[in-house]
Protein backbone atom coordinates (compact mmCIF):
# COMPACT_ATOMS: atom_id res chain seq x y z
CA UNK A 1 0.00 0.00 0.00
CA UNK A 2 1.32 3.60 -0.99
CA UNK A 3 0.31 7.20 0.69
CA UNK A 4 0.49 10.48 -1.63
CA UNK A 5 2.76 13.38 0.10
CA UNK A 6 0.89 16.27 -1.71
CA UNK A 7 2.63 20.02 -1.32
CA UNK A 8 0.31 23.32 -2.13
CA UNK A 9 2.20 26.68 -2.99
CA UNK A 10 -0.28 28.61 -1.26
CA UNK A 11 -2.05 28.26 2.47
CA UNK A 12 -5.67 27.40 3.29
CA UNK A 13 -7.46 30.42 5.85
CA UNK A 14 -7.73 27.72 8.12
CA UNK A 15 -6.61 23.92 8.24
CA UNK A 16 -6.45 23.31 11.75
CA UNK A 17 -5.14 20.21 13.71
CA UNK A 18 -3.71 20.84 17.21
CA UNK A 19 -0.64 23.06 15.51
CA UNK A 20 -1.15 26.78 16.64
CA UNK A 21 -0.25 26.93 12.76
CA UNK A 22 -2.59 24.53 11.14
CA UNK A 23 -1.10 21.72 8.69
CA UNK A 24 2.56 21.48 8.17
CA UNK A 25 4.14 24.90 6.86
CA UNK A 26 7.75 25.75 5.73
CA UNK A 27 8.06 28.56 3.36
CA UNK A 28 4.92 28.46 2.39
CA UNK A 29 4.88 25.33 1.04
CA UNK A 30 1.75 23.01 2.66
CA UNK A 31 2.46 19.06 2.98
CA UNK A 32 -0.72 16.94 3.68
CA UNK A 33 -0.70 13.35 3.54
CA UNK A 34 -3.34 11.10 2.24
CA UNK A 35 -4.01 7.82 1.86
CA UNK A 36 -3.78 6.85 -2.19
CA UNK A 37 -6.58 8.31 -4.34
CA UNK A 38 -7.01 9.08 -8.01
CA UNK A 39 -5.32 12.34 -8.60
CA UNK A 40 -8.70 13.97 -9.52
CA UNK A 41 -9.39 13.28 -5.85
CA UNK A 42 -5.52 15.09 -4.03
CA UNK A 43 -6.02 17.49 -2.07
CA UNK A 44 -5.64 20.85 -4.08
CA UNK A 45 -5.73 18.55 -7.56
CA UNK A 46 -9.25 19.11 -7.54
CA UNK A 47 -12.38 16.67 -6.24
CA UNK A 48 -14.41 17.05 -3.41
CA UNK A 49 -12.09 15.88 -0.30
CA UNK A 50 -11.87 17.04 3.26
CA UNK A 51 -9.61 19.26 2.05
CA UNK A 52 -11.42 20.95 -0.42
CA UNK A 53 -10.77 23.99 0.56
CA UNK A 54 -7.42 23.35 -1.37
CA UNK A 55 -9.46 22.62 -4.49
CA UNK A 56 -7.84 24.41 -8.05
CA UNK A 57 -4.34 24.90 -6.14
CA UNK A 58 -1.56 23.79 -7.85
CA UNK A 59 0.45 20.93 -5.93
CA UNK A 60 2.96 18.20 -6.87
CA UNK A 61 2.36 14.90 -5.38
CA UNK A 62 4.43 11.76 -4.98
CA UNK A 63 3.84 7.89 -3.61
CA UNK A 64 5.21 7.39 -0.41
CA UNK A 65 5.40 4.65 1.72
CA UNK A 66 2.10 3.97 3.36
CA UNK A 67 2.68 5.63 7.00
CA UNK A 68 1.40 3.48 9.97
CA UNK A 69 -2.66 4.50 10.33
CA UNK A 70 -1.82 5.88 13.89
CA UNK A 71 -1.33 9.34 12.60
CA UNK A 72 -3.16 9.80 9.17
CA UNK A 73 -5.34 12.29 10.72
CA UNK A 74 -4.32 15.35 10.00
CA UNK A 75 -7.19 16.80 12.49
CA UNK A 76 -6.47 14.02 15.23
CA UNK A 77 -3.21 13.94 18.13
CA UNK A 78 -0.86 11.39 16.91
CA UNK A 79 -1.54 7.91 18.56
CA UNK A 80 1.00 6.96 21.17
CA UNK A 81 2.57 3.96 20.29
CA UNK A 82 3.06 1.53 23.44
CA UNK A 83 5.79 -0.99 22.42
CA UNK A 84 8.78 0.17 21.00
CA UNK A 85 9.31 -1.37 17.16
CA UNK A 86 12.29 -3.91 16.59
CA UNK A 87 13.78 -1.06 14.33
CA UNK A 88 13.59 1.58 17.03
CA UNK A 89 14.91 -0.34 19.37
CA UNK A 90 17.86 -0.95 17.53
CA UNK A 91 18.37 2.63 16.57
CA UNK A 92 18.01 3.52 19.96
CA UNK A 93 20.97 0.66 21.09
CA UNK A 94 22.80 1.97 18.30
CA UNK A 95 23.01 5.55 19.47
CA UNK A 96 23.34 4.72 23.04
CA UNK A 97 25.62 2.37 22.39
CA UNK A 98 24.37 -0.13 24.91
CA UNK A 99 21.10 -2.99 24.43
CA UNK A 100 18.40 -1.87 25.94
CA UNK A 101 16.93 -3.10 29.11
CA UNK A 102 13.70 -1.38 30.04
CA UNK A 103 10.76 1.04 28.04
CA UNK A 104 8.69 2.88 30.32
CA UNK A 105 5.91 4.33 27.68
CA UNK A 106 5.07 8.16 28.79
CA UNK A 107 1.39 8.95 28.37
CA UNK A 108 1.50 12.94 28.91
CA UNK A 109 1.92 14.61 25.33
CA UNK A 110 0.11 14.48 22.32
CA UNK A 111 2.55 14.90 19.23
CA UNK A 112 4.99 12.14 19.24
CA UNK A 113 4.24 8.40 17.92
CA UNK A 114 7.09 7.63 20.49
CA UNK A 115 7.87 9.29 24.40
CA UNK A 116 9.39 6.89 26.25
CA UNK A 117 11.78 6.17 29.39
CA UNK A 118 14.72 4.04 27.73
CA UNK A 119 16.97 2.12 30.05
CA UNK A 120 20.42 0.93 28.68
CA UNK A 121 22.66 -0.93 30.31
CA UNK A 122 24.66 2.18 31.21
CA UNK A 123 21.91 5.25 31.57
CA UNK A 124 18.30 6.47 31.06
CA UNK A 125 17.34 8.53 28.64
CA UNK A 126 13.89 10.15 27.39
CA UNK A 127 13.26 9.25 23.71
CA UNK A 128 10.43 10.93 21.51
CA UNK A 129 10.17 9.84 18.10
CA UNK A 130 7.93 10.36 14.97
CA UNK A 131 8.73 8.40 11.33
CA UNK A 132 9.86 10.18 8.86
CA UNK A 133 7.35 10.58 6.32
CA UNK A 134 4.89 11.94 9.33
CA UNK A 135 3.49 15.86 8.27
CA UNK A 136 5.41 17.04 11.44
CA UNK A 137 8.54 15.37 11.37
CA UNK A 138 10.28 18.88 11.33
CA UNK A 139 9.35 19.43 14.81
CA UNK A 140 12.09 16.59 15.74
CA UNK A 141 14.70 18.46 13.04
CA UNK A 142 13.77 22.12 14.70
CA UNK A 143 14.27 20.56 18.84
CA UNK A 144 17.72 19.32 17.59
CA UNK A 145 18.71 22.60 16.35
CA UNK A 146 17.82 24.54 18.81
CA UNK A 147 18.38 22.57 21.67
CA UNK A 148 21.89 23.78 22.01
CA UNK A 149 20.99 27.25 22.72
CA UNK A 150 18.53 26.95 25.39
CA UNK A 151 21.15 25.19 27.44
CA UNK A 152 20.04 24.96 31.40
CA UNK A 153 16.01 25.73 30.76
CA UNK A 154 15.49 22.34 28.74
CA UNK A 155 16.70 18.83 29.01
CA UNK A 156 19.91 18.29 27.68
CA UNK A 157 19.77 16.02 23.79
CA UNK A 158 22.49 13.50 23.59
CA UNK A 159 21.73 12.45 20.04
CA UNK A 160 19.43 12.94 17.27
CA UNK A 161 18.93 10.00 14.40
CA UNK A 162 17.29 9.83 10.87
CA UNK A 163 17.13 6.38 10.02
CA UNK A 164 15.50 3.41 8.34
CA UNK A 165 12.10 5.74 8.69
CA UNK A 166 12.16 7.41 11.92
CA UNK A 167 13.21 10.38 13.37
CA UNK A 168 14.30 10.41 17.55
CA UNK A 169 15.39 12.54 19.51
CA UNK A 170 17.35 10.95 23.04
CA UNK A 171 17.29 13.57 26.20
CA UNK A 172 19.00 13.37 29.47
CA UNK A 173 16.42 11.83 31.46
CA UNK A 174 14.81 14.07 34.15
CA UNK A 175 13.02 12.89 37.55
CA UNK A 176 10.09 15.40 37.70
CA UNK A 177 6.36 15.97 36.86
CA UNK A 178 4.44 18.44 35.33
CA UNK A 179 3.94 21.83 36.17
CA UNK A 180 0.31 22.26 38.59
CA UNK A 181 -1.10 25.76 36.89
CA UNK A 182 -4.18 26.05 39.43
CA UNK A 183 -4.16 28.96 41.44
CA UNK A 184 -3.01 27.97 45.10
CA UNK A 185 -0.10 26.01 42.94
CA UNK A 186 3.85 26.86 44.08
CA UNK A 187 5.38 25.79 40.59
CA UNK A 188 4.32 29.25 39.18
CA UNK A 189 7.06 31.09 40.51
CA UNK A 190 9.63 28.29 38.72
CA UNK A 191 7.89 28.55 35.59
CA UNK A 192 7.64 32.20 35.34
CA UNK A 193 11.49 32.26 36.30
CA UNK A 194 12.19 29.46 33.59
CA UNK A 195 10.43 31.78 31.32
CA UNK A 196 12.45 35.23 31.85
CA UNK A 197 15.57 33.03 31.81
CA UNK A 198 14.41 31.70 28.09
CA UNK A 199 13.86 35.51 27.64
CA UNK A 200 17.50 36.49 28.24
CA UNK A 201 18.64 34.01 25.83
CA UNK A 202 19.91 35.93 22.05
CA UNK A 203 17.27 33.97 19.43
CA UNK A 204 19.25 31.71 17.00
CA UNK A 205 20.42 32.16 13.47
CA UNK A 206 17.93 29.48 12.75
CA UNK A 207 14.83 29.57 10.93
CA UNK A 208 12.30 30.28 12.99
CA UNK A 209 8.71 30.55 12.30
CA UNK A 210 7.33 34.33 13.14
CA UNK A 211 4.83 35.41 15.38
CA UNK A 212 3.48 37.85 12.39
CA UNK A 213 3.40 34.39 9.98
CA UNK A 214 2.21 31.98 12.10
CA UNK A 215 -1.30 34.19 13.40
CA UNK A 216 -1.71 35.73 9.62
CA UNK A 217 -4.64 34.39 9.73
CA UNK A 218 -6.48 34.94 12.78
CA UNK A 219 -5.77 38.73 12.19
CA UNK A 220 -8.99 40.94 11.06
CA UNK A 221 -6.67 43.20 9.07
CA UNK A 222 -2.48 42.43 8.17
CA UNK A 223 -1.55 45.93 9.87
CA UNK A 224 -2.38 44.22 13.16
CA UNK A 225 0.17 41.38 12.82
CA UNK A 226 2.68 44.30 13.43
CA UNK A 227 1.91 44.13 16.73
CA UNK A 228 3.79 40.69 17.25
CA UNK A 229 6.78 41.81 15.91
CA UNK A 230 10.27 41.37 17.51
CA UNK A 231 13.38 39.08 17.43
CA UNK A 232 12.91 37.56 21.09
CA UNK A 233 13.37 33.92 21.17
CA UNK A 234 9.80 32.17 22.14
CA UNK A 235 8.56 28.57 22.94
CA UNK A 236 4.96 29.85 22.71
CA UNK A 237 3.29 26.00 23.59
CA UNK A 238 2.98 26.36 27.40
CA UNK A 239 0.98 23.50 27.94
CA UNK A 240 1.82 22.19 31.75
CA UNK A 241 3.06 18.84 30.05
CA UNK A 242 5.54 20.87 28.73
CA UNK A 243 7.31 22.00 32.24
CA UNK A 244 9.01 19.26 34.39
CA UNK A 245 9.01 20.49 37.67
CA UNK A 246 12.28 19.38 38.86
CA UNK A 247 13.60 20.18 42.65
CA UNK A 248 15.28 23.09 42.10
CA UNK A 249 13.68 24.52 38.88
CA UNK A 250 11.68 24.22 35.95
CA UNK A 251 12.68 22.97 32.53
CA UNK A 252 10.97 23.33 29.68
CA UNK A 253 10.45 21.04 26.83
CA UNK A 254 8.86 20.10 23.73
CA UNK A 255 10.74 22.90 21.45
CA UNK A 256 9.45 22.28 18.14
CA UNK A 257 7.20 25.14 17.64
CA UNK A 258 9.69 27.93 19.02
CA UNK A 259 9.33 31.10 16.83
CA UNK A 260 10.58 34.91 17.37
CA UNK A 261 8.71 37.98 18.34
CA UNK A 262 7.72 40.34 20.65
CA UNK A 263 9.10 39.11 24.05
CA UNK A 264 5.69 40.03 25.61
CA UNK A 265 3.73 36.99 24.03
CA UNK A 266 5.29 33.97 26.21
CA UNK A 267 3.64 34.97 28.83
CA UNK A 268 0.18 36.34 27.46
CA UNK A 269 0.17 32.73 25.71
CA UNK A 270 1.15 31.50 29.27
CA UNK A 271 -1.94 33.52 30.94
CA UNK A 272 -4.59 31.69 29.10
CA UNK A 273 -3.58 28.42 30.40
CA UNK A 274 -3.68 29.72 33.86
CA UNK A 275 -7.10 30.84 33.21
CA UNK A 276 -8.27 27.23 31.89
CA UNK A 277 -6.82 25.85 35.13
CA UNK A 278 -8.98 28.25 37.50
CA UNK A 279 -7.22 31.70 37.61
CA UNK A 280 -9.79 34.91 36.81
CA UNK A 281 -8.10 37.10 34.43
CA UNK A 282 -7.24 39.66 36.44
CA UNK A 283 -5.18 36.60 38.29
CA UNK A 284 -3.38 35.58 35.39
CA UNK A 285 -2.44 38.49 34.23
CA UNK A 286 -1.42 39.53 37.65
CA UNK A 287 0.95 36.49 37.28
CA UNK A 288 2.49 37.24 33.58
CA UNK A 289 3.18 40.77 34.93
CA UNK A 290 6.10 38.93 36.86
CA UNK A 291 7.86 38.92 33.16
CA UNK A 292 10.02 42.11 32.45
CA UNK A 293 8.46 42.47 29.01
CA UNK A 294 4.63 42.45 30.23
CA UNK A 295 5.58 46.27 31.44
CA UNK A 296 6.07 46.87 27.37
CA UNK A 297 2.82 45.09 26.17
CA UNK A 298 0.85 47.60 24.59
CA UNK A 299 -2.52 47.14 25.50
CA UNK A 300 -3.75 47.55 21.51
CA UNK A 301 -0.95 44.56 21.34
CA UNK A 302 -2.60 42.15 24.19
CA UNK A 303 -6.24 43.29 22.76
CA UNK A 304 -5.36 42.29 19.42
CA UNK A 305 -3.40 39.05 20.62
CA UNK A 306 -6.85 37.88 22.82
CA UNK A 307 -8.88 38.60 19.49
CA UNK A 308 -6.74 36.07 17.43
CA UNK A 309 -6.24 33.41 20.58
CA UNK A 310 -10.06 32.91 20.34
CA UNK A 311 -10.79 32.71 16.92
CA UNK A 312 -7.19 30.07 17.22
CA UNK A 313 -8.77 28.33 20.05
CA UNK A 314 -12.17 28.40 18.33
CA UNK A 315 -11.02 26.47 15.48
CA UNK A 316 -9.16 23.78 17.42
CA UNK A 317 -11.96 23.27 19.56
CA UNK A 318 -14.24 22.71 16.73
CA UNK A 319 -11.67 19.67 15.74
CA UNK A 320 -10.32 18.94 18.60
CA UNK A 321 -11.62 15.66 21.07
CA UNK A 322 -8.95 16.42 23.60
CA UNK A 323 -10.38 17.33 27.29
CA UNK A 324 -8.28 20.01 26.96
CA UNK A 325 -9.44 22.31 24.14
CA UNK A 326 -13.41 23.11 25.28
CA UNK A 327 -11.28 24.94 28.64
CA UNK A 328 -8.98 26.57 26.57
CA UNK A 329 -11.38 27.83 24.05
CA UNK A 330 -13.54 28.91 26.81
CA UNK A 331 -10.16 30.81 28.87
CA UNK A 332 -9.33 32.32 25.36
CA UNK A 333 -13.14 33.40 24.97
CA UNK A 334 -12.92 34.84 28.61
CA UNK A 335 -9.93 36.51 28.34
CA UNK A 336 -10.83 38.66 24.98
CA UNK A 337 -13.74 39.62 26.90
CA UNK A 338 -11.22 41.21 29.35
CA UNK A 339 -9.88 43.09 26.88
CA UNK A 340 -12.06 44.44 25.03
Not at 23 to 30: H, R, S
Not at 65 to 92: F, G, N
Not at 260 to 280: F, M
Request: some cysteine; glycine content about 6%; proline content about 8%.
Amino acid sequence: MTAVMVELTRRPQILAGHDPDGVVLVDDVEVLLADALPSDALPGCGGDTPYNQNAGWDCNWTSVPAPPPIWRTPTMPTQRLTDLPDTVRRLIEQAAGAPVVDVGTISAGLNSAIAARVRTRDSTVFVKGLPAVHPRVWTQKREALISPHVQGIAPHLLWHVEDSGWSLLGFEYVEGGHADYTPTSHDLPAVMAGMIRLAEIPAPALELKAMTHRFRSYVDEPADLSWFAGDSLLHTEWNPHNILITEDQALIVDWGWASTGAAWIDPALWLLWLIAHGHTCDQAEQAAAAHPAWAHAPAEGLRVLAHVQRRLWDSIADESQDDWATPMQEAARAWEKHRT
